[in-house]
């Protein structure tokens, strides 16, 4: 039932992994046990932000006479660095063999934010403020470090060399980002736009840094438009970690620029993974996609009929379709999520139960929970209902795709927008549940609010 559709390549058919999990677990139980600054870190991330610490992991450095231990469990070393092994099976933190001290490197969105917010000497970082690395290493505490690690799509392990040059181009560009217009008179011109944005930046910076200073401005966009995201913001805010702990982007589009999105992607060096498609009745179907680089992740949603799942709707455009789903609906009132909506939602990686207590205590909701495995559970937060553009709803009516008396609804209340997603993976789950993702499909169907 957690698994994709049967027409996902074997590859992406994924499954728990509780002998890596188990193992990863260890070395952060021996860490905490001798470093008193990620055991504290470990406790304020539970108490005060719903998060696990082993969800922000994004490096270990451990002693090479692990490597046995390793390989037993699924882990593979990289081809071009044999000192970084992988688990190809699952979402793990990287581990780098050869370490003198057991090492333990967090996912931030900031390093310096991380510093200051925990009273740290500013000394320790290192990297270029701007640059593609940047890393905050604490003092040694028995023989363990605990390092707070900011990326810019920069997966090797040596300090990139990041000219001044470069920098000032990386934040023109992220600038260009966040404030690109989003409003355009045809939607081919709203894609072409921000494609070629997106030219000019892969020209300068290259794909692997351009593509996450794209998705920081997408996250701000998304944010701006949904309280319960700026709730939680605050909240790891406070802890100098920002949203290092997403796990996908969910973005929605109509049927006639579901290819330009994915054209998009694609240009930014993302690579497509499994395909979902949730039946004859559900109306919809969804393409993940992947930025190695960076571990950005995308689920991409658009209306589906039964006979196109065979297709490669990824790619070849989709004619019209007369009946507007879940999708479309929301597309054709708010607009297509890489233009003028914005994401649909972000999903990030909580302690399931503590996240939705903490929140409901601060007056954010969840809905009942659409996923609920041991290796994956999933909610969203209650939605943000955003107003609609009259003329939009005009559009809609006239096209048949709404009642007058939702036109009058929507008009009045405004339709239902966005959410924050809460999610957690255990045993390294990579994969999605896809009839509960349909549940939830149905559930956020603006016509159903």
Not at 24 to 41: G, H, M, P, T, Y
Not at 213 to 234: H, K, T
Not at 269 to 274: I, L, T
Not at 410 to 431: M, P, V, W
Request: net charge negative; with cysteine.
């Amino acid at each position: 039932m957690a698994n994709p559709s049967p027409s996902a390549p074997p590859s992406f058919r994924w499954e728990p992994q509780p002998a890596a999990a188990t193992l990863v677990s260890q070395l952060i139980e021996r860490f905490l046990e001798a470093n008193r600054d990620a055991a504290k870190l470990a406790q304020r991330m539970r108490d005060e932000t719903g998060t696990r610490l082993v969800d922000w992991v994004d490096t270990i450095w451990l002693p090479k006479s692990l490597e046995e231990a390793l390989l037993e469990v699924g882990f593979e070393p990289d081809e071009r660095q044999p000192d970084v092994w992988h688990h190809p099976g699952g979402i793990f933190p990287r581990l780098v063999i050869g370490a003198e001290n057991l090492t333990l490197g967090i996912k931030v969105s900031d390093a310096l934010s991380f510093v200051r917010a925990h009273g740290f000497d500013e000394s320790h970082l290192m990297g270029e403020s701007g640059g593609r690395l940047r890393v905050a290493t604490l003092p040694t505490q028995h023989e363990t470090v605990l390092a707070a690690i900011e990326r810019q799509g920069w997966r090797d392990p040596s300090m990139p060399i990041d000219s001044s040059e470069q920098i000032a181009l990386a934040e023109q560009h992220a600038c260009g980002f966040a404030s690109r217009n989003r409003y355009c008179n045809s939607l081919k011109a709203g894609f072409d736009a921000c494609a070629n944005l997106l030219r000019i930046a892969i020209d300068d910076l290259g794909s692997d840094w351009a593509c996450p200073l794209f998705f920081a401005a997408e996250r701000d966009y998304w944010m701006s438009r949904n309280q319960a995201a700026r709730v939680q913001y605050g909240r790891q805010q406070l802890l100098g970690l920002g949203w290092a702990n997403h796990d996908h982007h969910t973005y929605r589009s109509s049927r006639e620029g579901f290819h330009l999105l994915i054209g998009v992607l694609e240009q930014m060096g993302f690579q497509c993974r499994e395909r979902f498609y949730a039946g004859r009745e559900a109306g919809w179907g969804a393409q993940v996609l992947e930025h190695p680089p960076s571990g950005i992740v995308v689920f991409a949603d658009v209306d589906l009929s039964p006979e196109e799942i065979a297709t490669d709707f990824s790619h070849q455009p989709l004619p019209p379709r007369e009946h507007l789903g879940t999708v479309g609906l929301w597309c054709a009132l708010h607009g297509e999520s890489l233009l003028e909506a914005g994401m649909h939602h972000l999903e990030c990686q909580f302690d399931f139960d503590a996240a939705r207590r903490q929140l409901a205590k601060v007056g954010v909701e969840t809905m009942a929970p659409f996923t609920d495995f041991s290796f994956l559970k999933q909610a969203f937060t209650q939605g943000e209902i955003w107003p609609v553009r009259p003329s939009r709803i005009e559009a809609a009516l006239s096209g048949g795709h709404i009642s007058r008396e939702l036109a009058e609804q929507f008009c009045r209340q405004g339709a239902l927008g966005s959410h924050l997603e809460i999610l957690e993976r255990n045993d390294g789950y990579k994969g999605f549940n896809q009839s509960g993702v349909s549940d939830i499909i149905l559930r956020t169907d603006p016509r159903k609010w």
